[in-house]
C-alpha cells in the first residue's frame, strides 16, 4: 500500500462534476506536482487531500487510514496565505504548534517556533503581523506554520501563485532548499509547469474541466540540485515539458470541435462624410447588404 | 510670514456663530417664547459654573445631572451588549436560527423607546420603587441592542472560509475557534455595533427620563419645561449634544484600536 492512495474519486458540485475518476498513489518521501488549468480542480483535489472535503465516490487513504476529516497530519498551505491577521507571525506559528504538541513545555515550544521561524529566513519579522509582511514573507510564515506542525504530508495548494514572478523564483529555491532538510512527502499543485519539473519526482498532469481526471505521470529523473539556469539546456526537461504540455494543451486541453456554421455577414460601406447632416433623414447611415457564408468554425465543447 | 493654518478651529467656530445667530434671529422674530442666547446664559449660569453641586433633588449641578443619566446608561447598554453580542453570534453562524429570529427582531427593531418604557413600567410594578429604573434599563437594553446584534451577525457571517479552514485544519475545539478565530475575525464589525448601540442608548436615556421623572438630563429638562423655565430646555439639548458627541469620540478611539485586518 502506498503512504498516499486515492482511488476512484469523483467529487461534484451540485449538477458541475468536478472531478472524475482521479487515482494516485504516492509514496513517502516523493515530490510530486500536479499541474493544470485554473478552476479544473486543483484546489478540489487538495481539499479532498487534506479532509476538507468528502468525496461523492471513491476514497482517500493516508498510511491506510481514510481521509475523513482535516488534521494537523496534513499540513496545507493555501493560495491566499490564511495566516490569522491578529496575530503575530510568532503567534500564527505557536497557534499551531500548541495545537499538535500541547504537553511540550512552553520553552521547548518557543525552541520550536524559532527554529521554524530561521528555517524560513524571516527572523527579524517574528513579531510583525502579517498586514506588516510582503506576499513573499507572507506565504512563507504560511510554510512555516504547517512544517511546524509536524505533518506527515505537505499539500501545498498553488502556494506561489498569488506572487510575482521575482517572488516566485526565489521562493521556489526555498521550497527546494527546506525540502531537502526533511524529504517530507509533498504534494504540490501549480498552474506553472517549469515550477513542477523544478520542484518535484514526478508531474502529473490535470486535464481541463468539467470532470477532469488526471494525465499519464511522468517521472522527472534530473539530478538535484537542479539549476534554473540549467535546466533550460537540459534535454530531459525540454522532453518532459513538452509531454506535460502536449497533454493539457491536446487531449487534456479544453476539447474543441470543428463544426459549419451559417455565418450572415454584414456587408457594410463607409459612410459618406461629404453629405450633410440630417437628423431623422437617412442619408449617412451606412449601408448593409445582407449576405450568407458558411464557415468553419472551432467551437468548445 | 507663515500662514498658521487653524481651519480646524475657526471653521467650526464660524458654524456654531452662525447657528447662534440664527438662534437670536429666531427668538427675536417668530418665536417669541424662545429664549435668546443671553438670557439662557443668564439663567443657566448656575448649573454650569457648580457643575457638581446639589441644591435639591431637581436642583443640581448639570454635570450631576448628566452623571446620574451616565451611569443609568452604562448599566443599560452593558445588558443590551450581553444579550446583544452571543445572539448576533448565533444569528451569524446559523442560518436556520437566522430564519427563526429574523422577522421577530424585525418587527421589534423600529419600535419607538417611547413605547418600550410603559411596557417596561408595566414588567417591572412589582418592584415596587426599583421599578422606574428597571423599567429605564429595560427600554434602553431592548432599543439599544439591535446595532450590535445586526453588525456582529454580518461580522461573523463575513468571516473568510479560509481562517475557518485554518481553524479545521488545526482541529482547534470549538471554544478555541470562537476566541481564536471567530470573535478577533469578527471584532471591527462587533465595534461598529457598539458604537451604534452606544449612540442610541444616549438617545433612549432621555427620553426614559423625561417619563418616569429621574433624576438626571431628561428629568431635569422635562421638569424645568413644566416649571416654565425655558432656558433650561436649552441647556439641556446642548449638554445631551455634547455628552453624545464625546462618547461617540470615545467608542471611535476604542475601536480604532481594535481593528485588525
Known amino acids: 500500500m502506498a503512504f498516499l492512495e486515492i482511488n476512484h474519486v469523483t467529487k461534484s458540485y451540485g449538477a458541475n462534476q468536478v472531478l472524475r475518476d482521479i487515482n494516485l498513489s504516492i509514496e513517502k518521501g516523493e515530490f510530486v506536482a500536479i499541474v493544470g488549468y485554473s478552476g479544473a480542480g486543483k484546489t478540489t483535489l487538495i481539499s479532498l487531500i487534506a479532509g476538507l472535503l468528502r468525496p461523492d465516490t471513491g476514497s482517500l487513504t493516508l498510511n491506510d487510514l481514510e481521509i475523513t476529516e482535516p488534521g494537523p497530519d496534513r499540513g496545507v498551505v493555501f493560495q491566499n496565505y490564511s495566516l490569522l491577521p491578529w496575530l503575530t507571525v510568532y503567534e500564527n506559528i505557536l497557534l499551531a504548534v500548541e495545537q499538535v504538541s500541547p504537553n511540550w513545555s512552553s520553552a521547548k515550544k518557543q525552541q520550536h517556533v524559532e527554529e521554524h521561524i530561521e528555517l524560513v529566513n524571516l527572523g527579524p519579522a517574528r513579531n510583525k503581523r502579517p498586514s506588516e509582511l510582503s506576499g513573499g514573507m507572507r506565504q512563507r510564515v504560511s510554510l512555516a506554520r504547517a512544517l511546524a506542525m509536524n505533518p506527515q504530508i505537505l499539500l501545498l495548494d498553488e502556494p506561489l501563485s498569488a506572487l510575482d514572478a521575482l517572488t516566485r523564483a526565489t521562493l521556489q529555491t526555498e521550497i527546494e532548499r527546506i525540502w531537502e532538510q526533511d524529504r517530507k512527502t509533498v504534494v504540490l499543485i501549480t498552474n506553472d509547469v517549469d515550477e513542477g519539473i523544478l520542484l518535484a519526482d514526478r508531474i502529473i498532469p490535470l486535464s481541463a474541466g468539467p470532470g477532469a481526471t488526471l494525465g499519464p505521470s511522468i517521472a522527472i529523473d534530473i539530478p538535484r540540485p537542479r539549476d534554473r539556469k540549467a535546466l533550460n539546456h537540459e534535454p530531459r526537461y525540454q522532453k518532459i515539458r513538452r509531454q506535460v504540455i502536449d497533454f493539457l494543451l491536446g487531449d487534456g486541453g479544453r476539447k474543441h470541435t470543428v463544426v459549419a456554421r451559417k455565418l450572415i455577414l454584414p456587408d457594410i460601406e463607409p459612410e459618406d462624410l461629404s453629405a450633410p447632416h440630417s437628423f431623422g433623414g437617412r442619408k449617412r447611415k451606412p449601408i448593409r447588404r445582407g449576405e450568407v457564408k458558411t464557415e468553419p468554425v472551432e467551437v468548445d465543447v | ?261
Open chain 2, 1 to 261: 510670514m507663515k500662514k498658521i493654518k487653524l481651519d480646524w478651529l475657526i471653521l467650526p467656530l464660524l458654524g456654531i456663530f452662525a447657528v447662534v445667530l440664527l438662534w437670536q434671529l429666531s427668538a427675536s422674530t417668530w418665536a417669541k417664547e424662545l429664549p435668546s442666547p443671553f438670557k439662557t446664559w443668564v439663567a443657566s449660569q448656575a448649573y454650569i459654573l457648580e457643575p457638581f453641586a446639589k441644591r435639591g433633588e431637581m436642583d443640581q449641578g448639570i454635570l450631576r445631572f448628566t452623571w446620574y443619566s451616565l451611569v443609568l446608561v452604562a448599566k443599560g447598554y452593558a445588558i443590551a451588549l450581553l444579550i446583544g453580542t452571543p445572539l448576533g453570534f448565533l444569528l451569524g453562524l446559523s442560518a436556520t436560527f437566522t430564519k427563526i429570529f429574523d422577522p421577530i427582531i424585525q418587527i421589534l427593531r423600529p419600535v419607538s423607546p417611547l413605547a418600550w418604557l410603559p411596557l417596561g413600567l408595566v414588567l417591572f410594578v412589582g418592584a415596587g420603587k426599583q421599578a422606574s429604573e428597571f423599567g429605564a434599563l429595560f427600554t434602553i437594553a431592548i432599543c439599544a441592542m439591535w446595532p450590535t446584534v445586526l453588525n456582529t451577525a454580518v461580522g461573523v457571517r463575513a468571516i473568510p472560509q479560509d481562517y475557518l479552514n485554518v481553524a479545521r485544519v488545526l482541529k482547534l475545539s470549538r471554544s478555541k475557534t470562537l476566541f481564536k478565530v471567530l470573535i478577533p475575525a469578527s471584532l471591527p464589525y462587533m465595534f461598529t455595533g457598539f458604537r451604534l448601540s452606544l449612540g442610541i442608548a444616549w438617545l433612549v436615556i432621555v427620553a426614559a427620563e423625561m417619563l418616569t421623572g429621574r433624576p438626571g438630563v431628561g428629568g431635569f429638562l422635562w421638569q424645568e419645561y413644566n416649571a416654565l423655565v425655558y432656558e433650561h430646555i436649552i441647556l439641556c439639548i446642548i449638554t445631551i449634544g455634547l455628552v453624545g458627541f464625546l462618547l461617540d469620540r470615545l467608542m471611535s478611539m476604542a475601536e480604532r484600536r481594535f481593528k485588525t485586518a
